[in-house]
């Protein structure tokens, strides 16, 4: 049925849970897996409002920053390993995480999204958003929701 998964995370605990069964179902259909991170660019106002920070500090933001998608994009790659499953790692800098997770799904030719929920709901849902939702809203293929 699926011959591409996009399997994008965030590095959370439930999105570890998505992986584990986002890479089994890839397997069981001879998927291959793109493992997705979108990684926000730093707050603009640690430039601005008289935070000025030092040069060597905000490289130390960008490097953990990019460490933490390498990690979180290796744990979808140690997935898909551990059982075959052909894997291709992408990590993007990106202001909305959803848009980016939609557009690399585009060029990347996949067939369809596995993703985790928070399942945050009520205000909550409200005030934080939701990239699950976002997705599901804006993607032109089938989104699979892992909770």
């Known amino acids: 049925m699926f011959k591409h998964i996009l399997i994008p995370t965030d590095g959370s605990g439930v999105a570890a849970k998505a992986i584990r069964a986002g890479v089994q179902l890839a397997k069981e259909m001879g998927a ?63 202001q909305r995480p959803y848009e980016a997770i939609v557009n690399a799904a585009a060029d990347r030719n996949c067939d369809a999204i596995f993703m985790a929920s928070h399942g945050h709901k009520g205000l909550t849902g409200l005030v934080l958003g939701s990239v699950t939702n976002q997705v599901l809203t804006h993607s032109k293929i089938p989104v699979l929701v892992f909770r």
């Open 32 to 94: 291959k897996v793109t493992g997705f991170y979108a990684e926000e660019p730093r707050p603009l106002h640690l430039h601005n409002g008289g935070y000025g920070l030092e040069k060597e500090l905000i490289a130390e933001f960008d490097r953990r920053a990019a460490e933490y998608a390498a990690r979180s994009v290796a744990e979808i790659e140690g997935a898909a390993r551990a059982v075959g499953v052909p894997f291709e790692p992408l990590v993007v800098k990106a």
